[in-house]
């Protein structure tokens, strides 16, 4: 059962605390019109009060909850390895982690999504992480890639922390196909246009 509403206006567009005080609308808000009529949000799509940032559910025994070590400062959430696992040299293997996530706004409780990048420890290592995008509706195992880019194996134990997770604001909407695009002052300058 979800534990927030949401809007089911297909073209939604939430603005909290800031359209509800802007006055004229979408254009005194400067928001171009689109071919398909916007819906403004006038009140808060999800409850302001404060809420955890992260639920979490164990999918195996010995799996370990994310932890951050410094709340509010710390950008990622740290993840452990559920198996043991060597990485031999120029492989990639899928270390399990035994947790399903939902991410949300800890002052919105809006969705979240969730980029996985590598922990210094493991960079020093010579491991990197890959295919690291989980998408705010992704409820089955975190899996992690990882890539040995070094010239040794190297041996993963269950408990250890491979890689962190950090929250992301979901900011994709319609797709919509036009006729021109706004001018800005790079325009179509592309590589190398801005120097070495």
């Known amino acids: 059962m979800p534990r927030y509403k949401h809007p089911q206006s297909e073209n939604l567009l939430l603005f909290p605390a800031l359209l509800p005080e802007t006055e004229g609308g979408i254009e005194a808000a400067g928001i171009r019109e689109s071919r ?117 194996a190297v041996e993963l134990k269950a408990g250890e922390k491979i890689a962190q997770m950090i929250p992301v604001p979901v900011l994709t909407g319609n797709v919509e196909e036009v006729a021109s695009l706004e001018d800005s002052a790079r325009a179509e300058k592309g590589f190398g246009s801005s120097g070495r």
């Open 36 to 152: 398909h009529k916007a819906t403004v949000a006038t009140k808060a799509a999800f409850p302001r009060q404060s809420i955890s940032t992260l639920f979490v559910k164990l999918l195996e025994a010995g799996a370990q909850l994310p932890v951050v070590a410094h709340p509010g400062e710390d950008l990622g959430y740290d993840l452990f390895a559920l198996e043991g696992a060597v990485l031999a040299p120029m492989t990639r293997v899928k270390v399990r982690t035994g947790i399903a996530v939902e991410a949300r706004h800890p002052g919105t409780g809006e969705p979240l999504g969730l980029l996985v990048r590598d922990r210094s420890s493991m960079a020093a290592r010579g491991i990197a992480t890959t295919a690291g995008v989980i998408d705010a509706g992704y409820r089955g195992e975190i899996l992690i890639l990882m890539t040995n880019l070094g010239e040794a």
